[in-house]
């Protein structure tokens, strides 16, 4: 059974730091991309960040610069470490997979087939 757990969400202040974890089990993250994403109230969610052995990292405008995505393939996590967070950063944070094989990052969330359950992160002063 696969699974992703995110962990690392909560609560700074403007211009703080947060580096999000998530870890999958009965998956191998590395054969995959893998992608991060956030949801607010009344919006799509929307692709953050992606990375992925073969086509490299890539970032939306909004974050680069700002947030990192690394992996570590012995503790099969992938990482977003997020710097100087504004308050529009504010939302629930999802990290997922593609299929294995799949290496291809896609800003879209569609083909992404496996899921965490979110961590919310809260930039408020």
């Known amino acids: 059974q696969v699974q992703l757990v995110e962990s690392g969400g909560g609560l700074v202040q403007p211009g703080g730091s947060l580096r999000l974890s998530c870890t999958a089990s009965?998956?191998?993250?590395?054969?995959?991309?893998v992608g991060w994403f956030r949801e607010v109230p009344g919006k799509a969610r929307e692709g953050l960040s992606c990375?992925?052995?073969?086509?490299?990292?890539h970032y939306q405008d909004s974050v680069k610069g700002r947030f990192t995505i690394l992996r570590d393939t012995v503790k099969n996590t992938v990482y977003l470490e997020m710097n100087n967070l504004k308050s529009e950063d504010t939302g629930v944070y999802y990290c997922?997979?593609?299929?294995?094989?799949?290496?291809?990052?896609?800003?879209?969330?569609?083909?992404?087939?496996?899921w965490g359950q979110g961590t919310q992160v809260t930039v408020s002063s």
């Open positions: 997922a997979s593609r299929d294995s094989g799949s290496q291809i990052c896609a800003v879209a969330p569609n083909p992404y087939r496996y």
């Open positions: 009965g998956f191998t993250l590395e054969h995959s991309a």
């Open positions: 990375i992925s052995t073969s086509d490299g990292d």
